[in-house]
Each structure stands twice: as structure tokens, then as C-alpha cells.
T-cell receptor
């Protein structure tokens, strides 16, 4: 069974630009969660999608948004990039049922200059 | 609210044991444990559910004390491959799929 895939793996942008990251979950998994990891703040929850609906949202500004498609693939978008958005963005895949494991993808390393 | 992990860092010799704790001030539904090596994504180790049993595989096991809202990860006879940063992720609501992570515990295993 293929694992979670994320594209692109590395991205360099400048302030003010926008970026779209993609995540394909494990086959059969219907829930995708997004996390931001930085040295200062650690791993922080962004949002979670299940069956194309956002079920949960973390404490991030509206510049961070996401969506999920009918095949469970998910995208997250960050508009008007700031230097502080430089981070490793991870998506996690799970079946969506209570008590199920979340498996992380390799992440997208975003650098904002 | 972010769970608190202790210790923040630990250095062991190969073959020694380690215990990493994760404490929350909130009632928890589940605790998830991950290991992350430098430059890589977190790797799932195990999940403990409210009312569930202690889990374990190979020489890594974990427990969840519901009264204290604390989970402990036990690494027995540590191997070099156990080096990395260990995170606990806590889930407060059943099915929320939203994990709140601790700050991590850096484990270094020396030969």
C-alpha cells in the first residue's frame, strides 16, 4: 500500500506571493489533516478535511486555506506569504474513524524570502 | 492546550532504558506517539485510547493513565536506531482528528 505523498517537496517563494501544496492520502483514507512544523512553535494543527468538508480548524489566519477533492486528495493554500510562514508543512492521512492512526507524509519544506 | 513532555532531552548508551512522559491538563480521548528523525517526517509508533490497554511492540511500549491524563513511552534496551525526537499528540474529543503535540523529547543513543 502506497504511503502519503506530498508535492512539491521543496518550495522557495518571496513575500507576498501565494503557494499551493498538495497531499494524496493513503488509498481508502478519507481524512486529511494539515500541520505546520517550525523550530519555535513545533507541530501545530492547521485544519482537517473529511469527505470534502472541513471538520476542524486550528488557530491560523485566514490566509491559510484548504480543500479536499472527491478522490480525497487535498490541497492547502497560503496567500500573501510572510517570512514567518517558512516551515515544514505536513499532511496526515487517516481513515477518519475515532481512534485511528494518523500517518504523515514526507512534508513540503517552504522557504519564504 | 499543549501537552507537556518530559524530559526535554535524554542521552543514553546503547542498551539502556528510557521513559518519556506526556502530561495534559485537559481530559484526553487518545494519545498518539511519533518519532521523528532529523529532516524526516514523524513516524507513527502507537496510539492509546481512553479506556484502552497498554500497548507495545518489540521493545517500545506505552501506557495511558486516565486519572492523571498522562501517557508514558517506554524504550527498553535502546538501539542506535531509536535516536530521534519523540512527540506525543493528544486528541481531546473522540473523532476530532485534531492532534495537539507536545514540544518533543530529543533522544540520543550513543554506542
Amino acid at each position: 500500500k502506497a504511503g502519503v505523498t506530498q508535492t512539491p517537496r521543496y518550495l522557495i517563494k518571496t513575500r507576498g506571493q501565494q503557494v499551493t501544496l498538495s497531499c494524496s492520502p493513503i488509498s481508502g483514507h478519507r481524512s486529511v489533516s494539515w500541520y505546520q512544523q517550525t523550530p519555535g512553535q513545533g507541530l501545530q494543527f492547521l485544519f482537517e478535511y473529511f469527505s470534502e468538508t472541513q471538520r476542524n480548524k486550528g488557530n491560523f489566519p485566514g490566509r491559510f486555506s484548504g480543500r479536499q477533492f472527491s478522490n480525497s486528495r487535498s490541497e492547502m493554500n497560503v496567500s500573501t506569504l510572510e517570512l514567518g510562514d517558512s516551515a515544514l508543512y505536513l499532511c496526515a492521512s487517516t481513515s477518519g474513524s475515532p481512534g485511528n492512526e494518523q500517518f504523515f507524509g514526507p512534508g513540503t519544506r517552504l522557504t519564504v524570502l | 492546550q499543549q501537552p507537556v513532555q518530559s524530559p526535554q532531552a535524554v542521552i543514553l548508551r546503547e542498551g539502556e532504558d528510557a521513559v518519556i512522559n506526556c502530561s495534559s491538563s485537559k481530559a484526553l480521548y487518545s494519545v498518539h506517539w511519533y518519532r521523528q528523525k532529523h529532516g524526516e517526517a514523524p513516524v507513527f509508533l502507537m496510539i492509546l485510547l481512553k479506556g484502552g490497554e497498554q500497548k507495545g511492540h518489540d521493545k517500545i511500549s506505552a501506557s495511558f493513565n486516565e486519572k492523571k491524563q498522562q501517557s508514558s513511552l517506554y524504550l527498553t534496551a535502546s538501539q542506535l536506531s531509536y535516536s530521534g525526537t519523540y512527540f506525543c499528540g493528544t486528541e481531546q474529543l473522540r473523532g476530532a482528528q485534531k492532534l495537539v503535540f507536545g514540544q518533543g523529547t530529543r533522544l540520543t543513543i550513543n554506542p
